[in-house]
């Protein structure tokens, strides 16, 4: 599934986010442009309405009154590459992915007294992909080139500078450096 910039980076926040709720969404994304966006994340099924909680960003009103608000699906967290964490059902106390719906399965329990949410947690990679791989070459002391990237992996060139750009800094957030080296060329790595 092809998602714009704009889309992941809302999603990757959102899967961050202690709460798993959609809004507020970024500061730079208003009126129409906004909008347009969480309607083909809805459409793409990567994001559901659900019952909004007091004190949830409101995305609409409903025709029966009914506040809702935007919660990631599942299908989210696999478009991103990432493993929901699971969290116990209260009730049966079964493992329940973190984003099944929480305003729906929040609203016939009893609200309990405030505690401090924990700290949202890194998106993670599954092992055994090649995102994992370049993570892996790029963590290493001597880091990776281009070329080095493109033989383990199989991608082309651009693919590799993409996901080092696009994933690896701006959906998760990690510092990646460069310099020249001598017989080698450029080398990349992941600064921890």
Known sequence: MKLSDTQLVILNTVCRRADRRVLPLPANLKGGAAEKVIVSLIT???VE??????????WRVAED??????VPTLRAFEALGIEPEEEPDEATGAPQPATARPGK?????????????PEPQAPKTRSGTKQAVLIDMLR???GATI????????WLSHTVRGAIAGALT????????????DGRGRVYRIQD
């Open 44 to 46: 793409k099924g990567l």
């Open 49 to 58: 309405e659900v019952q909004a909680e007091l004190g949830d960003p409101v």
């Open 65 to 70: 009154d009914q506040r809702l608000t935007l």
């Open 105 to 117: 399965a929040k609203a016939n329990r009893p609200k309990k007294a405030s505690a401090a949410r």
């Open 140 to 142: 290493a002391p001597e």
């Open 147 to 154: 070329e080095e990237v493109m033989s383990a992996t199989g």
């Open 170 to 181: 701006k959906k998760f957030g990690l510092t990646v450096t460069s310099e020249k080296v």
